[in-house]
């Protein structure tokens, strides 16, 4: 089996498969690592905003999302407490396709996955990235892996795409660390539900004390309920609550019932699909450009954003994009020399500069309204205020990055991909 590729992607989220189809399309052999069998739950609110439907049409799933999403997300509604204001979201620049869509990441994924195999990236799955080896004086990246039969292989590559996300260590960290809990800790819980009556095409975002949530119909009929919660919150209503010692999702859900008139209406004749899943802590916060020589970072492993604003799977797929539109207009960036290196290294400068000047700004928005959703005494003052004015929860999703994508296409750089594409 070949051992030897121009780039090895470790991870197929949005990020890493968007990352190898854009690849494997523009002529490059990819090595696709992923650790877990597809397809696969996952923690996530599902939402794709509009922004990033102009991509996925290009990266061939244009009319997979049309069949198998779920309804157009054209209202947006703060629910707090007893209260909930509602407002229209504004529409993408897409043109045919103006509005976002909740699609279940056991489709999404798998759904970009099969399009990486098909563009013809070899894909190792379930394969685990166990360790990577730096680029010595541009000698590229060897990666040890394992697969479940324990089999290990090394796989070398002149270019190293690090898109295995944040919520599990980093190959390069070696033998994973404990790490220390503390009470801020942020984990993110998702359930799925059949027969709510949460209304088609609304997109509610959650506020409660201590935690931020969303709801939205997404595919196969099903509603998906995601949230995060502070630790120490958590801890709390497992302790004192009416719940006693219940596992955290059915107290999360115990909870969001009681505390939220939106939710607990929209479930009042809901079934749950299978158990709660959570994930985290959630690590928000810019990592794009750290150590330069250890390989280019997209998704949430280059910066997670607070998925308040449901802007994780833009970041993922746009980041993949802006990293590849650089590494195809380069020959040059996939030798195996010192010349190689200085490419990869001049790359990794002008992506890490793109990635902030179209993230960072977002990020520092969601994390004001991540921070004041967590808390009654900052959310509920600004409520009086938003019903005279709804249009400001529609201004604040533009301001998010829902309407507008980093990427524009047709892009020159990827000449090959685009006129290759499928509708
Ligand atoms: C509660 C919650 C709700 C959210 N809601 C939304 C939403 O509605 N809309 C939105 O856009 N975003 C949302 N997000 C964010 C979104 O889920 C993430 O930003 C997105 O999944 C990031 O994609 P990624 O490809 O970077 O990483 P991931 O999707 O995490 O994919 C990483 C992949 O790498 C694999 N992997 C990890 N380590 C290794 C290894 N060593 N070797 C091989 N493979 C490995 C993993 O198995 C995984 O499949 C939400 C997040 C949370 C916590």
């Known amino acids: 089996m070949e051992t030897s590729y121009d780039a090895i992607v470790i991870g197929a989220g949005p990020a890493g498969s968007s990352a190898a189809i854009l690849l494997a399309r523009a002529g490059r052999s990819v090595a696709l690592l992923e650790a877990r069998p597809f397809p696969r739950r996952k923690v996530c609110g599902e939402c794709i905003a509009a922004s ?23 209202r947006v509604a703060l629910w707090c407490g007893e209260d909930g204001i509602t407002a229209a979201l504004p529409a993408g620049a897409g043109g045919a396709s103006p509005w976002g869509l909740a699609l279940g990441r056991e489709h999404l994924d798998l759904l970009l996955l099969e399009q990486a195999r098909a563009a013809g990236a070899t894909v190792l799955q379930p394969s685990r990235a166990l360790a990577v080896h730096g680029d010595a004086r541009g000698a590229g990246y060897g990666v040890d892996t394992a697969d479940t039969g324990s089999v290990q292989r090394t796989l070398r590559a002149p270019v190293l795409i690090r898109a295995h996300g944040s919520w599990e260590p980093s190959p390069a960290e070696g033998t994973p660390r404990k790490r220390e809990h503390r009470a801020a800790d942020l984990l993110g819980f998702k359930a799925s539900f059949h027969d709510a009556t949460l209304d088609a095409g609304l997109l509610p ?10 709801m939205v119909r997404s595919s196969d009929g099903l509603t998906t309920l995601a949230c995060c919660i502070r630790r120490d919150r958590l801890a709390a209503c497992r302790r004192g609550g009416d719940t006693g010692r219940a596992p955290a999702g059915e107290t999360i859900e115990t909870l969001l019932r009681r505390d939220c008139r939106g939710v607990r209406e929209a479930l009042t004749n809901a079934r749950r699909v299978g158990p709660w899943l959570a994930a985290g802590p959630i690590r928000p916060g810019v990592r794009v450009g750290s150590g330069g020589t250890s390989g280019f970072l997209i998704g949430n492993a280059a910066g997670e954003v607070h998925p308040i604003i449901g802007e994780g799977i833009s970041m993922a797929l746009q980041s993949a994009w802006l990293l590849c539109e650089e590494l195809a207009g380069c020959a040059d960036a996939f030798r195996c020399d010192a010349r190689g290196e200085l490419r990869r290294r001049d790359i990794q400068q002008r992506y890490a500069s793109r990635w902030r000047s179209h993230f960072v700004r977002r990020m520092r928005l969601a994390a004001c309204f991540a921070h004041a959703a967590m808390r009654p005494g900052i959310a509920a003052p600004l409520l009086p205020l938003l019903r005279r004015a709804p249009a400001l929860l529609g201004i604040a999703a533009r301001a998010s990055g829902k309407t507008r994508s980093a990427v524009a296409l047709p892009c020159a750089a990827l000449p090959g991909f685009i006129q290759g594409s499928p509708p």
């Open 52 to 74: 990033n439907l102009p991509l996925l049409r290009a990266l061939g799933l244009g009319a997979a999302l049309r069949r198998q999403a779920g309804p157009e997300l054209r």
């Open 205 to 214: 975002v959650l506020a409660f004390a201590g935690g931020y949530g969303g």
